[in-house]
């Protein structure tokens, strides 16, 4: 059974400083990975995706890695900002299992001005 | 990027009563839909995958009849909680895979769900 597990569950950082989120998995036989934002009472807002095949994918302050075979992703911020605050979920989508996303318990993260 | 939609976002009801949750595709096709549900403070819980025009298969442990989930189009796909319990309160979220990436996922806002 895929467990997908984050760590920390809370990061307080003070603006600017640079961070990394950590996402490990315990079946490596993914379609894709996918890092997601959620705000407090809100839905999910696609970050980064990676397929299975990649290794990492950027997006503007945001890097993304993946090592299938050690079954870890990690989530980089550069020069973080106040609007990141936010809880930050990374999930794994089961091979040929029709979709199905596994996600992790989150991180929730606060940058203080 | 392709947008779901749900509505109501907040609903509240009565215990007994039946509550219908919407969501939509709008400017995709989505032949399968996923429902998820979210205690806070915690991760997302699948609960069913909807099909258009076929049955939802639901995860383990998921009341079928309790969470009634009907996909007659493909746009639209709808969970009604039925004889709503308080223990039933809680955030419940939509997603559907759009014409984009290979599965790549889109969430609609979710619905807050609370049983008096």
């Known amino acids: 059974k895929q467990e997908v597990t984050q760590i920390p569950a809370a990061l307080s950082v003070p603006e600017g400083e640079n961070l990394v989120l950590n996402c490990s998995f315990t079946?490596?036989?993914?379609?894709?990975l996918q890092w997601f934002r959620q705000d407090p009472g809100k839905g999910l807002t696609s970050l980064l995706l990676i397929q299975s095949s990649q290794r990492e994918q950027t997006s503007g302050r945001l890097n993304a890695s993946l090592d299938k075979s050690s079954g870890r992703s990690t989530l980089y911020i550069a020069a973080s900002q106040p609007g990141d605050s936010a809880t930050y979920l990374c999930?794994?989508?089961?091979?040929?299992?029709?979709?199905?996303?596994?996600f992790g318990q989150g991180t929730e993260l606060s940058v203080k001005p | 990027g392709a947008v779901v939609s749900q509505h109501p976002s907040r609903v509240i009801c009565k215990s007994g009563t039946s509550v219908k949750i919407e969501c939509r595709s709008l400017d995709f096709q989505a032949t399968t839909m996923f429902w998820y549900r979210q205690f806070p403070k915690q991760s997302l819980m699948l609960m069913a995958t909807?099909?258009?025009?076929?049955?939802?298969?639901?995860e383990q442990g998921v009341e079928k009849d309790k969470f009634l989930i009907n996909h007659a189009s493909l746009t639209l796909s709808t969970l009604t909680v039925t004889s709503a319990h308080p223990e039933d309160s809680s955030f419940y979220i939509c997603s559907a895979s759009g014409t984009g990436r290979a599965g790549e996922l889109f969430f609609g806002e979710g619905s807050r769900l609370t049983v008096l």
């Open positions: 999930a794994v989508l089961i091979y040929n299992q029709g979709g199905k996303l596994i």
């Open positions: 909807s099909n258009e025009g076929s049955k939802a298969t639901y």
């Open positions: 079946d490596s036989a993914i379609y894709n």
